[in-house]
């Protein structure tokens, strides 16, 4: 017999989770109840992603239920927010039970990373759609916005740019081994949330933002919050093995300003700030370049040794 809602919200979702102090009551009423710290600012955001158009119909469950929390928490860390809470909004179409022990199992693997508690959410019946929803601190005064950066700062980015755009397009690389299809799946399914990093910039980035759909409309977005333009070298994008070697560097620039889903975090820090950035991300092991300046002159302009122009710059729903 199929599970009923509550004992399929019981099964999959509410055993074995973490459990915080700060959550006066969790799953169970008409909502939770919560404790934020008095010193600090609740940052709270949401996502969907939709069976068709966020992924396959046939991917897997395990990435899926990764993914729709992964996304979230990339946002909390463009804000420099520590992520506490979470809820989960799911409509399926059926009681599927292997299905949901996958997904919980991707969804579970970063609440427990995180420390992180599943206080509540909603579940119907429909097409496959997730929606989840992150909830977490960052002290007065300091989160990282948009509108922050001014002329002269350095623009920076996290880890490597393209690959999860790459992953999207492999059947047109026959070249690529299969270990360089299994990494590139990785990057696009199972992205990582820049949250140390995001904490760490706190005091230290004048603006922030997570690159999701392309670091041209993303850092777009930083510009125009911010009313300046950017200069950015795009040779000093950084490019992973995967992309260096079968692209050439105009295909890889494409991916890596246009194709988005890659999680990284861009930032801006003014240069009186350098050696305090240098200090604060020595301890993570995470990577990142500065690839340009911000400048007076507005929009962004793209500077190349090899001649390049931009064919879109990045992905839209309408
Ligand atoms: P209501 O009808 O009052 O909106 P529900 O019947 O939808 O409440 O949910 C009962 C409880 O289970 C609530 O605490 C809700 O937050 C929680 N809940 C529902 N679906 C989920 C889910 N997918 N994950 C976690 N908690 C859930
Ligand atoms: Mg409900």
């Not at 940052?43 to 239920?65: C, E, K, N, Q, R």
């Not at 950017?230 to 494409?254: F, T, Y």
Request: aromatic share 8%.
């Amino acid at each position: 017999m199929a599970l009923d809602e509550f004992s399929l919200i019981e099964k999959f979702f509410t055993q074995h989770q973490p459990i915080r102090k700060d959550v006066l009551f969790g799953v169970g009423d008409d909502a939770a109840l919560l404790q934020p710290p008095t010193d600090q600012i609740l940052a709270i955001t949401t996502d969907t992603l939709v069976a068709g158009v966020h992924f396959s119909h046939d991917a897997d469950p395990y990435d899926i239920g990764y993914k729709s929390l992964a996304v979230n928490l990339s946002d909390l860390a463009a804000m420099g927010a520590m992520p506490t809470w979470i809820l989960l909004a799911l409509t399926l179409p059926e009681v599927n039970e292997p299905w949901l022990k996958k997904f919980s199992a991707g969804f579970f693997a970063l609440i427990k990373q995180y420390n992180l508690q599943l206080v509540g959410g909603d579940t119907t019946r429909g097409p496959l759609s997730i929606t989840v929803q992150a909830l977490g601190f960052v002290p007065h005064g300091k989160a990282l916005r948009r509108d922050g950066a001014k002329v002269g700062d350095r623009v920076y980015v996290t880890g490597t740019l393209g690959d999860a755009g790459l992953a999207l397009q492999e059947k047109n690389y026959p070249e690529l081994t299969t270990d360089e299809r299994a990494c590139l799946q990785q990057r696009l399914n199972r992205p990582v949330p820049r949250v140390e990093v995001g904490i760490a910039l706190r005091d230290i980035a004048s603006s922030a933002i997570d690159i999701s759909d392309g670091l041209a409309a993303d850092l777009g977005h930083i510009l125009s919050a911010s009313n300046v333009g950017a200069e950015i070298c795009l040779d000093k994008i950084p490019l992973s093995p995967n992309l260096s070697k079968h692209l050439s560097l105009q295909d890889a620039w494409q991916l890596a300003l246009s194709a988005g889903d890659d999680y990284e975090l861009c930032f801006t820090v003014a240069p009186e700030n350098e050696n305090k950035l240098t200090q604060a991300l020595k301890k993570l092991s995470c990577s990142y370049h500065c690839i340009g300046i911000i400048t007076a002159k507005k929009g962004l302009h793209l500077n190349s040794q090899t001649p390049f122009s931009l064919q879109n710059t990045g992905f839209q729903h309408f």
